[in-house]
């Protein structure tokens, strides 16, 4: 995110301003501190301030409804499309598949394999203790029974203690993007799509 | 974008203190989590803030606490009472002597590297951490880090050793595990704990993210997937499957 700047930054007004805890570097600064400087203090933070040279990333919101993300579900096992996270617990294996839920690897005689995959819209961490699963589930913790690993149990949701990707804009910088709507829904994440034309909104 | 990360290590266990009594088996993340469980407490963090859920109804967790604690934060890792929790800048270091009420011991700032990502895991007293410098961590050379944290307060890095661009990292007795993207699995022995030698490296094919040493095996999250190996003899993994 930070390795176009260190160029010139101008401001203009042409654009759609979204943020709220302003950058602090306005003007020329010298590359190498800029290198330092900024990440660390507009990671995500910035004002939106067009660069002249910006390059043409193009960031799509991904909309969906509150009623769909929070749709979980206990599916047969499937191939693993974006490995993340793993987790060890008794002889079972967790491991997530990036946003869409937790792959369950019974462990059992060295011969481990899948015996489901329980789907949670924008899971990326788990967590259990004593037979009860916590995941993330986009803003919630939510919290399955596993006594039977092969078919969770879906036992508490606690609402909005999660921080959502932003609504505004992309968490990136100097980046266009597509201008936010949000009688659309909520936007789950943003997509990177270089090809669309350029859209009116940058930061 | 990504939510991101985790960690744990103890091995499976029933947790007493701190945290409160449990009598609950407790599972085990990788260092890359961002989740982790002591006792009667769940420890999450995301972005900025580090929470805490009391689960001693396991079936209900209540939020009891938020910590603001930086920005970026990204993975975290129990040992003990301590909470060790790694950002690109540096690691915090939290007593959950409270376990309720985190409270910030000490913060580690490698001077070797700017900034960086970095998993961490610890061990008695000393505790590593890779620093990995490559895309949006920044910094020039990534670095295994070793830090002495025999007085908590004051951790002091001792040595570090040049890698490719490592991540996770994990360690079974006296031989710790390090995942690097394009070097595979080295294995460090680790038993003079803040001098640790490369002793073994599985073979680069897979792209290993983090690892969980657990029990006798040992779980590797790749590109793909899932490699597991036999670590009955802990320096030298014989691989057991891929799971994709």
């Known amino acids: 995110m930070a390795y176009y700047i260190g160029k010139v930054i101008k401001s203009k007004n042409r654009m759609q301003r979204n943020g709220s805890a302003g950058c602090l570097i306005k003007n020329i600064v ?17 004002d939106p301030k067009p660069l002249t040279d910006v390059t043409n990333h193009i960031y799509v919101p991904v909309y969906s409804t509150l009623a769909a993300v929070q749709q979980y579900s206990v599916e047969p096992p499937q191939p693993t499309v974006q490995a993340a996270k793993i987790y ?49 589930n986009y803003t919630d913790l939510v919290v399955f029974d596993i006594t039977n690993p ?33 009688s659309k829904g909520v936007i789950i994440r943003w997509e990177q799509n270089d090809s669309l034309p350029l859209p009116n909104c940058r930061r | 974008m990504l939510l ?28 890359l989590a961002t989740f982790a469980i002591v006792g009667n407490y769940l420890y999450t963090v995301d972005n900025s803030q580090l929470k805490v859920f009391d689960i001693s109804n396991s079936a209900d967790p209540q939020l009891k606490n938020t910590e603001d604690i930086g920005f970026t934060i990204e993975t975290i890792f129990p040992f003990k009472d301590k909470l060790f929790i790694g950002s690109p800048t540096q690691i915090f270091i939290y007593s959950i002597e409270d376990p309720a009420h985190p409270k910030k011991l000490s913060s580690a700032i490698s001077p070797t590297v700017m900034r960086r990502c970095d998993p961490v895991v ?42 490719g661009e490592p991540y996770g990292l994990g360690y079974s007795g006296d031989v710790l595990y390090v995942c690097d993207k394009w070097s595979g699995i080295l294995l460090f022995d680790i038993s003079q704990p803040y001098d640790p030698v490369l002793i073994n490296k599985t073979l680069a094919d897979g792209q290993y993210q983090d690892v969980i040493p657990y029990q006798n095996t040992l779980i590797c999250w790749t590109a793909t997937g899932l490699i597991l190996y036999d670590i009955t003899d802990n320096r030298n993994p014989v691989i057991i499957k891929n799971i994709n």
């Open chain 1, 30 to 46: 010298m590359r190498k501190l800029l290198l330092i400087i900024i990440p660390a203090l507009c990671l995500f933070s910035c």
């Open chain 1, 88 to 136: 060890a617990y008794k002889n079972y294996i967790f491991q997530n598949d990036l946003f869409t839920g937790v792959h369950i690897i019974d462990n059992k005689d060295h011969d481990p394999t899948k015996i489901a995959f329980l789907k949670i819209p924008l899971n990326s961490d788990i967590a259990i203790k004593g037979n009860y699963l916590y995941a993330n």
């Open chain 1, 150 to 182: 092969a078919n969770p149990q879906f036992v508490k949701r606690v609402a909005n203690v999660f921080p959502p990707v932003s609504q505004d804009y992309p968490p990136f910088t100097n980046v266009y993007f597509q201008c936010t709507d949000k």
């Open chain 2, 122 to 163: 610890a061990k008695d007293s000393v505790a590593y951490a890779t620093l990995r410098t490559n895309g949006p961590c920044g910094g020039t050379q990534s670095l295994l880090a070793v830090y002495n944290i025999k007085d908590i307060t004051q951790p002091e890095q001792v040595a570090t050793y040049p890698l």
């Open chain 2, 4 to 31: 991101s990360s985790f960690s744990f290590f103890a091995c499976e266990k029933n947790s007493s203190s701190p945290g409160g009594k449990s009598t609950e088996t407790t599972g085990q993340g990788g260092s």
